[in-house]
């Protein structure tokens, strides 16, 4: 099983000189269903930066923001009948 903590950048666990808002990157975390979380995250108030898609390297993906501004992708592989021809 895989935890994913996601904490203010004020957090005191966070040591001060990384408490800036990181730009540029992402975190990506691959899930079974990218639709069920993305219901999840809708429910909770979670800012969606990108809804569930498929996307032509075969994974379904949406985007989220954590609460520091990082963004997040949420990635599930697509069946191999679903992935678009390229």
Not at 15 to 27: E, F, T
Not at 61 to 82: C, F, N
């Amino acid at each position: 099983a895989l935890e994913l903590g996601l904490l203010l950048r004020s957090h005191e666990t966070i040591p001060k000189p990384y408490r800036d808002v990181p730009r540029g990157g992402l975190i990506t975390v691959v899930v079974d269903d990218v639709d069920v979380l993305y219901e999840r995250a809708q429910a909770r108030g979670v800012r969606v930066v990108e809804a569930p898609r498929d996307m032509f390297y075969g994974q379904r993906r949406m985007l989220l923001e954590d609460p520091a501004g990082q963004l997040v992708d949420v990635s599930a592989p697509m069946p191999e009948a679903t992935i678009p021809e390229l």
